[in-house]
Nanobody, 120 residues
Framework: QVQLVESGGGLVQAGGSLRLSCAASGSVGSVNYVGWYRQVPGSSRDLVAG???????NVANFVKDRFTISRDNAKNTVYLQMNSLKPEDTAVYYC??????????????WGQGTQVTVSS
């Protein structure tokens, strides 16, 4: 059994910062590609940033100079550092991870989401 849990969301004023965490636990053999997505009601779930197991990253142009993705493989955790937050960054943020369980196959898992609200 594998669990994927996000944390770190909350309410912040414009210009502030938050760091989101996405932690995998349970029968985790390896955590491969991990992506952070965000979604506002009535809209699609958009990729914000992604990171491979080797540390290669891609960050969406709309957050490129403000958000950074990183990972701690020893903790099976991926982080999204969000700086200079804007009201338009308000959304539910989800992580999606390709995880191979111990002795098993690789599957894609989604976390439950964490709300980020940026006030003006």
């Amino acid at each position: 059994q594998v669990q994927l849990v996000e944390s770190g969301g909350g309410l912040v004023q414009a210009g502030g910062s938050l760091r989101l965490s996405c932690a995998a636990s349970g029968s985790v053999g390896s955590v491969n590609y991990v992506g952070w997505y965000r979604q506002v009601p009535g809209s699609s779930r958009d990729l914000v940033a992604g990171i491979t197991s080797g540390g290669d990253t891609n960050v969406a142009n709309f957050v490129k100079d403000r958000f950074t993705i990183s990972r701690d493989n020893a903790k099976n955790t991926v982080y999204l550092q969000m700086n200079s937050l804007k009201p338009e960054d308000t959304a539910v943020y989800y992580c999606r991870a390709n995880i191979r369980s111990i002795g098993g196959n690789e599957y894609t898992y989604w976390g439950q989401g964490t709300q980020v609200t940026v006030s003006s």
